[in-house]
């Protein structure tokens, strides 16, 4: 290499330290004016909020954020913001004027994303506060209610067509007797079919509102089991399966007779619907460890282990068709689960297809007696 290249490349790299030198220079001192555009006292306030709170530039960054802010993933230690937050502020200094929005903040790989609600007020032309908060719990529920709105008015639609077209039948031929009849009852069928779907959607409803609607009182668990055994003779019968209640102990529970009669009546249901006609089906009561635990055992269908973990979701059938001629509603185990959580309890599943179901519900057993 010549001299006059190496002085040319000395001279570059000096002018490019320099350069960098510079924009350092430069850099530090709009963050240091733009710190010291938040007063110490301001800090302090917002550093004590419960909610993220955010000082936000005009270039985008944070001139203060509290650790709340850094815990939502809506700014970062070093100033950075999300950029929902900058387009919010944006807007807001656009508009002059407050503006809000649910922001995504994804959680990476792992993590699931959450939502954050972010409330932008521009302070002056160069600063804008933004409150956040945490509104993923909202959210998910606010989905769920939608799902549940537009899943319901799937399944009424159904039994309220079929009551239609039976109608329209009847009308085209009023004269021919047998067909009336044989209509009619079908009709009748479809409408108890329709009310129980009514209540049961009523009945989730209320379980799942997020408040406690068990009306608490010393139960004889025993009780509850032998009134569903009564209620369900003449299910069982017709499909002549022998039920037989096996009660080894009698434990006392605190809770709801009518939920908790509710959520035996729809096991031992669905043990006898879905089992072959002539086979058994046993409720079992014992105290075990604390517990009071109730036992649903029947050898019929059985559930694939793909299936045994949806089963408790509203509306969610293995078979739609069976649970349909069966006068399922696809609530009933959602019932159960949303009733045991209620009291404090589990509800169990063990199941082999071709071999049968056993469903296992444990509450706190409570040994005085009233
Ligand atoms: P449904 O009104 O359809 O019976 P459930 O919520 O009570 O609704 O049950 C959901 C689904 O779980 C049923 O459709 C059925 O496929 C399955 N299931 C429930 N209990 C049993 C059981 N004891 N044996 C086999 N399958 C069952």
């Known amino acids: 290499m010549t001299l006059e290249t190496w002085l040319a490349l000395a001279v570059g790299a000096l002018l490019g330290a320099g350069a960098y030198a510079l924009y350092q220079w430069r850099e530090d001192r709009k963050a240091t004016q733009a710190n010291t555009l938040v007063p110490h006292r301001t800090r302090e306030v917002l550093a004590a909020l419960h909610s993220g709170a955010i000082l936000v530039r005009r270039d985008r960054r944070a001139a203060f954020s509290n650790t709340p802010a850094s815990a939502l993933g809506v700014t970062r230690p070093d100033g950075a913001l999300h950029p929902g937050v900058a387009d919010l ?32 007020t521009p302070l002056s032309d160069d600063l804008a506060l933004a409150v956040a908060n945490d509104d993923t719990e909202r959210h998910a529920a606010e989905l769920t209610r939608r799902e549940f709105a537009v899943n319901v008015s799937h399944e009424l639609k159904t039994p309220v067509g079929a009551l239609s077209l039976l109608a329209e039948t009847i009308e085209d031929s009023p004269d021919d007797s047998v067909m009336v009849r044989q209509f009619a009852k079908k009709i009748r069928k479809e409408s108890r079919r329709l009310t129980k779907l009514i209540q049961e959607i009523i009945e989730i409803s209320r379980l799942q509102g997020g408040e406690s609607v068990v009306d608490h009182h010393l139960i004889d668990f025993a009780g509850v089991v032998e009134e569903v055994c009564e209620g369900a003779d003449m299910h069982a019968e017709a499909k002549q399966v022998s039920l037989v209640a096996e009660l080894r102990q ?23 619907s879905y089992s072959d006609d002539a086979s058994q089906v046993t409720v079992s009561l014992d105290s075990s460890e604390g517990a009071a635990v109730l036992k649903v055992i029947d050898a019929g269908l059985g559930i694939a282990p793909e299936d045994q973990e949806r089963i408790f979701e509203r509306f969610y059938r293995v078979d739609a068709a069976r649970s349909r001629s069966t006068g399922g509603t696809g609530l009933g185990l959602s019932i159960v689960k949303h009733v045991v959580l209620q009291h404090s309890g589990t509800v169990e599943l063990w199941s082999k297809p071709g071999v049968g179901s056993t469903f296992t519900i444990r509450l706190t057993e409570y040994t005085e007696e009233p």
């Open 89 to 120: 502020a944006e807007a807001a200094w656009a508009a002059d004027a407050e503006r809000e929005d649910d922001i995504t903040v994804s959680r990476g790989v792992l993590g699931v994303d959450s939502v954050v609600h972010v409330r932008v």
């Open 250 to 272: 009698r434990p006392w529970v605190m809770g709801d007779h009518d939920l908790l009669v509710m959520a035996v009546r729809n096991l031992v249901d669905n043990a006898i």
